[in-house]
């Protein structure tokens, strides 16, 4: 059974700062999704990540993939107040349901 | 195009309380999903539906029942409300019927039970 792993799952900063939140997974995963969710608003998709290897970068933020180690990360470059948000990474096991990991809180301060 | 719509926005319950949760697309997707979201835990998969006719179980079914109406409405139905149904409840939609393609959200339906 698939588990995804955020981390850290809370994360304060200072704009114009970088930053990589972690999304770890347990076994096989055909691709990864990134997700961002604003305050009391729906999910939105960011990324969809389909092979080892893969980058998908979307102006401060870059998602990549590495299926060996089963990480993906989603690096924040010169962080900005807009993009204070919770972002979610999902896996996809074999073709099955979405799993989706715990969130990552991130607060960008002025 | 409004994309995932979901009603009611907000919804109080007694215990025991019945009430159906509406979702409609209107992107002629042919997979529907309903997730419910609690605080540290991510989303978690109620139930989904590949197609019209067909709907299966995901990882937290009980307590609830679903019904794919037609291609684009999904409903979810809560029988006998319990404190532990409180939670954020999204419905998604996604072009095809397998996992892979991108799924798409509604606003999300906010729940507590008394």
């Known amino acids: 059974e698939l588990k995804v792993e955020q981390n850290p799952l809370f994360l304060s900063m200072q704009e114009g700062k970088n930053y990589t939140i972690y999304c770890n997974y347990s076994?096989?995963?055909?691709?990864l999704y990134w997700y961002r969710q604003d305050p009391g608003k729906s999910l939105e998709s960011l990324f969809v990540?389909?092979?080892?290897?893969a980058v998908k970068q979307e102006g401060r933020l870059m998602a990549s993939l590495d299926t060996k180690a089963r990480l993906s990360t989603l690096h924040i470059t010169a962080a900005v107040h807009d993009l204070s948000a919770t972002y979610f990474c999902a896996g996809l096991p074999g073709a099955q349901k979405l799993v989706f990991g715990q969130g990552t809180r991130l607060t960008i301060n002025p | 195009n409004a994309g995932v719509t979901q009603t009611p926005k907000f919804q109080v319950l007694k215990t025991g309380q019945s009430m159906t949760l509406q979702c409609a697309q209107d992107m002629n997707h042919n997979s529907m999903y309903w997730y419910r979201q609690d605080p540290g835990m991510g989303l978690r998969l109620i139930y989904y539906?590949?197609?019209?006719?067909?709907?299966d179980k995901g990882e937290v079914p009980n307590g609830y029942n679903v019904s794919r109406l037609n291609k684009r409405e999904f409903s979810l139905r809560l029988e006998s409300a319990a404190p532990s149904q409180t939670s954020v409840y999204f419905c998604a939609s996604s072009k095809g019927d397998a996992w892979a393609d991108t799924q798409y959200f509604g606003p999300g339906t906010r729940l507590t039970v008394l």
């Open positions: 076994t096989t995963s055909d691709r």
């Open positions: 990540l389909l092979s080892n290897g």
């Open positions: 539906s590949a197609s019209e006719g067909t709907t």
